[in-house]
T-cell receptor
């Protein structure tokens, strides 16, 4: 069973704080993704990584950075948290190709509130 | 780029069939997916269809694909309260990127 875990389910931070969201997958997947989910906007891709130390900007990278030092771990960093970054953050991983193409496996999400 | 559209809300009476519709723009999409998100949880793959198929059935779920119209639907037979969730349509494009729709919230009436 593929497992994607995220470090926290709920997080409350103050404006201006540096925030780290951690994601770990145990299936040796090459690809990892960070999304944010907001009501009425669905899932929006922030960053993704297709290999260790590689990263690509998604649709809304501003205000975020990422780190992938090990294959199983992908971190999302909010350098200086702002209230408009209050959201649900979802991590996902996938292998390349296979029977279902690029099926993404999702973590449970981290609900971040910035006050 | 690829765009995936679906309605935001659907209300269905328990025991009836639910049909959730989705349209996509990239005709070269290879795989099309339906994900389910239950309250407070991440997304979980429900079913998928490869682009050379036009129908797939899996127990209460039926996926229909009309490639010509770029239209995908998910039918849930005998809808139960446990089916209450947000359903995301997604398409894999030629760059191996999965594009998600905004999600359809399925509400079950007693």
């Amino acid at each position: 069973d593929v497992k994607v875990t995220q470090s926290s389910r709920y997080l409350v931070k103050r404006t201006g704080e540096k925030v780290f969201l951690e994601c770990v997958q145990d299936m040796d997947h090459e690809n990892m993704f960070w999304y944010r989910q907001d009501p009425g906007l669905g899932l929006r891709l922030i960053y993704f990584s297709y290999d260790v130390k590689m990263k690509e900007k998604g649709d809304i990278p501003e205000g975020y950075s990422v780190s992938r030092e090990k294959k199983e771990r992908f971190s999302l960093i909010l350098e200086s948290a702002s209230t408009n970054q209050t959201s649900m953050y979802l991590c996902a991983s996938s292998s390349s190709g296979g029977d279902v193409g690029y099926e993404q496996y999702f973590g449970p999400g981290t609900r971040l509130t910035v006050t | 780029g690829e765009d995936v559209e679906q309605s935001l809300f659907l209300s269905v009476r328990e025991g009836d069939s639910s049909v959730i519709n989705c349209t996509y723009t990239d005709s070269s999409s290879t795989y099309l997916y339906w994900y389910k998100q239950e309250p407070g949880a991440g997304l979980q793959l429900l079913t998928y269809i490869f682009s050379n198929m036009d129908m797939k059935q899996d127990q209460r779920l039926t996926v229909l694909l009309n490639k010509k119209d770029k239209h995908l639907s998910l039918r849930i037979a005998d809808t139960q309260t446990g089916d209450s969730a947000i359903y995301f349509c997604a398409a894999a494009n030629r760059d191996d990127k999965i594009i998600f729709g905004k999600g359809t919230r399925l509400h079950i009436l007693p």
